[in-house]
């Protein structure tokens, strides 16, 4: 981000997830506040960058068609390049949130077509372009508009989204009268797996800070119902993995992604194979520890390259040790 | 001598005789080795598991959310090709009656040390001593069903996928190589695109 202050250009850099060394406090990444501690206080709740989750958990609970959007603490659908979160509730496509300083979209139509988005008609409605995006951005303004020609005041406007995002957990989604079938998200029951009512706080802290709730959930169904196909055979886990998706044919989507991680632990341990990094778990469990989604990707967020630093190994051993307990504790679900 | 193509062949196709593959779409071969693995005293060794991943089960199981980071349709997706997301019924080619033949055929080609690793041979991902060696056996295996068996069982051409729980440069390789007539093609595209 760049800015002419007292006739000089002066720039802030920021990483992938909002962090940087260069601004300590004020508005900075997505034109959001900093505070002193480096957290960006998105107006339900508090986002930290230099994890690239929330501190706090969602009230919202997400939605039964986005199993992403149910983990409440990940940021923008851990799609920072495709999404803003301006209420700290939901990802909104960050081409369409652009436009908050217009009326265009912030009188409920954001709501709407964000909502919208999450959905898995939304992502196709995504492919077909952005003219299609703002024809129904404009459809839904207008429909607003006519139906309520007061004029709110910017705060209003904001308290109104706040509500009905808050709402949405309980209550519909207002539906624009406007003739096109906009699917409404539903929200997500209570969980009804009484193995979450058995997970310690202390897993749960871990899980947390983690960011690996949504994955623990699905691997809580499935080693619940799942036959366990390999008995008590166990296998040593790499938790940093030690070539995936390495293919050097390919130009692989997620390579670079662990690459850094790897770095990580190479340069505190001196190698992926190494037993800070390894955990023994029961074989049932081990395959779902190659889910290239959710588990990946928090190995991505938790080993960044900047955990490099020489004073970070303590910092990355403890991560380890988290991720080892975590694991081990999980392998006593396996029947 | 030990002929272990053939003696490998004949019990995979013992397996896959038994096989419905009216409703497959694609085969697996795990072949893979962890520290825990044991056979006389012997650790690190390589196991060589088979299975068959059907239609429905994918059907059943495939979820589209699952596919948000890199969106595809549903036979792109990670989760019809990704070990993580298979059914994995495997039947264990090598095993306690099995692994005999193995360790007396590496025996008999000086393959020593099995199981033994540095980091050289890690960081490279070419697995323990006794991995590739099985592996390129397991390739020609995969060759001979692929030109022999599968067609004619099947009615229709079905890719034979080598996996361990990564895509590492060899098994890659090794699926290149089994699938001669470019069985594997939508695997492949899965693999640039989106796994």
Same mark, same amino acid.
């Given at each position: 981000?760049?800015? +002419? ?36 206080? $998105? ?13 706090? =958990? ?45 009326? !265009? $979209? ?14 898995? *008609?939304?992502?196709?409605? %995504? ?8 024809? $129904? ?22 308290? %109104? ?44 802290? =871990? ?39 390495? !293919?050097?044919?390919?130009?692989? &989507? ?29 074989? &049932? ?37 988290? /991720? ?7 392998? %006593?679900?396996?029947? | 001598?030990?002929?272990?193509? *053939?003696?490998? /062949? ?14 497959? !779409? *694609? ?38 959310? +699952? ?52 980091? &050289? ?10 991995? =590739? ?27 034979? +996928? ?12 090794? %699926? ?20």
């Amino acid at each position: 981000m760049a800015e +002419i202050i007292n006739d000089k250009m002066e720039h802030i850099e920021y990483d992938d997830f909002g962090n940087s060394t260069d601004i300590k406090e004020g508005f900075g990444y997505d034109s959001e506040k900093h505070d002193v501690t480096g957290n960006i206080y $998105l107006r339900a709740r508090y986002y930290n960058p230099r994890i690239g989750q929330f501190i706090q =958990i969602d009230t919202y609970r997400g939605t039964q068609e986005d199993i992403t959007s149910q983990n409440r603490y990940t940021y923008c659908l851990n799609n920072q390049y495709k999404y803003t979160d301006p209420s700290g509730h939901f990802g909104l496509l960050a081409l369409l949130a652009g436009y908050k300083a217009t009326e !265009y $979209l912030l009188i409920g139509g954001a709501l709407v077509i964000g909502a919208y988005l999450l959905t898995p *008609s939304g992502k196709k409605a %995504t492919k077909k372009g952005i003219e299609a995006l703002y024809s $129904l951005g404009k459809k839904v303004y207008d429909t607003v508009k006519n139906n309520n020609k007061k004029k709110n005041t910017a705060a209003n406007k904001v308290a %109104t989204i706040t509500t009905n995002i808050v709402s949405a957990g309980t209550a519909s989604i207002p539906k624009p009268n406007i003739g096109i079938a906009i699917p409404i998200p539903q929200p997500c029951p209570e969980p009804k797996h009484r193995d979450w009512n058995e997970v310690p706080n202390n897993i749960m802290k =871990i899980l947390s800070v983690l960011g690996l709730m949504s994955w623990f959930n699905v691997l809580l169904q499935k080693v619940n119902s799942e036959p366990n196909k390999y008995g008590d055979s166990m296998e040593n886990h790499h938790i940093v993995p030690q070539g995936a998706l390495k !293919y050097k044919g390919f130009e692989q &989507q997620f390579d670079f992604f662990l690459d850094d991680a790897r770095e990580v632990i190479k340069t505190h341990f001196g190698s992926v194979h190494n037993s800070v990094n390894m955990v023994l778990i029961p074989k &049932q469990l081990h395959k779902h520890c190659h889910d290239r989604n959710s588990y990946y990707y928090s190995i991505k967020c938790n080993f960044p390259i900047t955990e490099k630093a020489s004073n970070r190994k303590n910092a990355v051993a403890t991560k380890l040790g988290e /991720y080892r307990f975590l694991l081990m504790w999980i392998g %006593t679900f396996v029947k | 001598m030990i002929d272990l193509k *053939s003696f490998l /062949y004949n019990e995979v196709k013992k397996t896959m005789d038994l096989w419905d593959f009216s409703d497959a !779409y *694609s085969i697996t071969f795990f072949v893979y080795s962890n520290e825990m693995y044991e056979f006389n005293g012997i650790n690190n060794i390589t196991e060589f598991n088979i299975s068959l991943n059907n239609e429905t089960y994918f059907n059943t199981h495939y979820d589209e959310a +699952i596919d948000w980071i890199v969106p595809s349709d549903k036979y792109h997706s990670i989760q019809r090709w990704d070990y993580a997301y298979l059914e994995a019924n495997e039947t264990r080619i090598l095993n306690s009656k099995t692994y005999p033949v193995l360790f007396e055929w590496y025996k008999q080609n000086g393959i020593d040390n099995i199981g033994f690793e540095d980091e &050289q041979m890690f960081e490279k991902y070419l697995g323990p001593v006794g991995y =590739i060696e099985l592996l390129n056996i397991i390739i020609e295996v995969g060759k001979q069903l692929q030109e022999e068996y599968l067609e004619k069982k099947c009615g229709k051409k079905i890719p034979i +996928i080598i996996q361990d729980y990564e895509f590492m440069d060899c098994v890659v390789e090794a %699926t290149q190589k089994v699938n001669i007539n470019n069985e594997a093609k939508i695997f492949f595209e899965t693999l640039k695109y989106s796994l």
